[in-house]
């Protein structure tokens, strides 16, 4: 079992910043990548950002290129979601969720735990 705990959520305006992040607690060894998923209300869940733990090789959804940035730090097994020039079509629960093997990282199958979320909010 992987228990991932995530924080950082909160309200802010369009053009800001947050950091989110995610530590993931027990039988970690067993995974191989990290990802970030969202879903806002109505909403499926959509991918957002994926990271390999070995390698850090880095994916990312073209909604959100070039203003997030996922990073890991292994020692802490814990993985960050930097979020910045945020706009209001950000506003979603974010979710972090751990994979056991690579091949679909850019699908919620292929992830087999997850966090309970975190709410991001940007004000227009």
């Known amino acids: 079992q992987v228990q991932l705990v995530e924080s950082g959520g909160g309200l802010v305006q369009t053009g800001g910043s947050l950091r989110l992040s995610c530590a993931a607690s027990?039988?970690?060894?067993?995974?191989?990548?990290m990802g970030w998923f969202r879903q806002a209300p109505g909403k499926e869940r959509e991918f957002v950002a994926a990271?390999?733990?070995?390698?850090?090789?880095?994916y990312y959804a073209d909604s959100v290129k070039g203003r997030f940035t996922i990073s890991r730090d292994n020692a802490k097994k814990t993985v960050y979601l930097q979020m910045n020039s945020l706009k209001p079509e950000d506003t979603a629960v974010y979710y972090c969720?751990?994979?056991?093997?690579?091949?679909?990282?850019?699908?919620?199958?292929?992830?087999?735990?997850w966090g309970q979320g975190t709410q991001v909010t940007v004000s227009s």
């Open positions: 990271i390999i733990w070995t390698g850090g090789g880095a």
């Open positions: 969720a751990a994979a056991l093997a690579g091949p679909k990282l850019s699908h919620a199958s292929g992830y087999d735990y």
């Open positions: 027990g039988r970690t060894f067993s995974s191989v990548a």
